[in-house]
Structures are given as C-alpha cells and as structure tokens.
C-alpha cells in the first residue's frame, strides 16, 4: 500500500457493485476511510465488512435530498470531515428521442443528474473548511452523445457541465475543492453487460482481447478516481477525464 489518500474520508454513491465496489475497495487499500452508499443494503453492507474497519455502509436513495442531508450529517458526526465524493450512482436506459417516454426520461434525468447536484450541493458544506475533491460519474455519451440512448446521454452531459460549474464557483470562492468529471466508454458492469446481445462474451469486447474493443474493467475507472482523489491531482480542476481507449477521438 501506498497510502496515496491515507487519512481522507471518501463518500461513494452507487458504491455496492462495478465501479463504486472497485473505487471503495482501492481507495480503502490506499488508506482512506471509505463511506458506502447504496440502495442494495445487502451487497453495500457485505462491501464494508470485507473492507473491515475503514468500511461504512449507508443505505442512500442518492436522488432523495432527505437522504443527502443524513448521508453528510452521519458522516459529519462519524469523522468530522469528508475529503472525497464520488458521486457514482446512476442507471442505464435505452430509448431514441422518438421511443422515449416523459417518465423514463424523468427517471434518468433523476437517478444520474439530480443525484450529483444534490451531491455536489450537500458535501461542499462538509468539504469548503478543509478542502477535498468531488468526483462524478458521466459517460462519453455525454460529451459524443448516443441516439440510442437520449435521456442517458442527456443526463450525462448535465453532470459534464455541472461539473465545470462546480469547479469554477469553488475556485473564486477559495475553497479548495476541485470537481472533475468521468466518461468512460463501455465497462464491463453488471449494468452494462445486462445490454448484450444474449450469448455474446463480454471478454470478447475488451481492449484485452481486441485494442480495438471499447470495453473496460471497473478497476480502469477506479484508477482514474484514485488519482483525482488524490494530492497528485492537486492542480488538475474542471476536466473532463476520458477512460476509452480513443473511442472518441476516432469517431471525430
């Protein structure tokens, strides 16, 4: 262990499985006491008990502003600080702007946008006296955009640039709290391989098997929330942070 985020308080939402497992499972072995929030109470719990002392599980819808302002005031009255947030919890949902409807749309909109504002809103409170870094979860739809996908890349792009907002407010106001954002391509998570073609390998996807796949491993995303956690990233602040393999800047 390196201890790269030794003595810091992280918070991840949607931290029960794929990428919010993998990020409190690093994050953990690189010192930092990590807060598990989930809806899944069971694989959220099991989570912090294999992660042992420096693991808690808090049952979280992360959509609920009642739930933020319990989620920050147990973490407030647990550690007296919260250095990182990564606001992880989203859905996946396909539909092109002709076969979406208003509810599904609302859903998305809720669950992956209005989760990181009230994210964003409620940890800046915790974070402004000593600093920290927030971390939130968008996709390269929301900068490429996927018209198979609207209301998830719309969600998207909204967390993208309030992201950008975040960053920049906290800056002129001394606060010493950046706010980046993730946009993976695909990456191999319950979610997302629930959208395969029945029988087709997930494997066969990845830039492992193919440098021409788009697939990535949960453990690639936490990487990149280890390093923006981190002092490492101290200067780095409004990015957007591609993890796809070039995917992007090939269909440019």
Not at 107 to 121: A, K, M, W, Y
Not at 164 to 191: E, F
Not at 210 to 218: E, F, I, S, T
Request: glycine share 10%; net charge neutral; proline share 3%.
């Amino acid at each position: 262990m390196s201890a790269r985020v030794k003595g810091k308080v992280a918070l991840i939402t949607g931290g029960a499985s794929g990428v919010g497992r993998a990020s409190a499972l690093l994050l953990a072995r690189e010192g930092a006491r990590v807060v598990i929030s989930d809806i899944d109470v069971a694989s959220g719990r099991a989570l912090a008990e294999e992660i042992g002392p420096q693991g808690l599980f808090i049952e979280q819808d992360a959509a609920s502003e009642a739930d933020w302002a319990r989620v920050i005031q147990t973490i407030g009255e647990h550690y007296g600080q919260l250095d990182i947030l990564f606001n992880n919890a989203g859905i996946l949902l396909k539909g092109d702007i002709e076969n979406t409807s208003l509810s599904d749309w609302q859903r998305v909109q809720r669950i992956n946008s209005d989760s990181v504002f009230l994210g964003c809103r409620a940890a800046i409170g915790l974070m402004k006296q000593g600093g920290g870094s927030i971390i939130n979860m968008s996709s390269i739809a929301g900068v490429a955009g996927r018209d198979d996908y609207a209301a998830y890349s719309a969600s998207k792009g909204a967390v993208a640039a309030l992201s950008r907002t975040v960053a920049v407010m906290c800056r002129r106001r001394k606060y010493r709290i950046r706010c980046n954002s993730l946009h993976p391509d695909g990456i191999l998570t319950p979610m997302t391989t629930a959208t395969l073609p029945p029988g087709l390998d997930p494997w066969s996807l990845t830039i492992d098997a193919d440098p021409m796949g788009r697939m990535c491993l949960p453990e690639d995303v936490a990487a990149s929330v280890l390093f923006l956690a981190s002092d490492e990233s101290r200067a780095i602040n409004g990015i957007e942070l591609r993890i796809d393999s070039g995917q992007f800047v090939m269909s440019i």
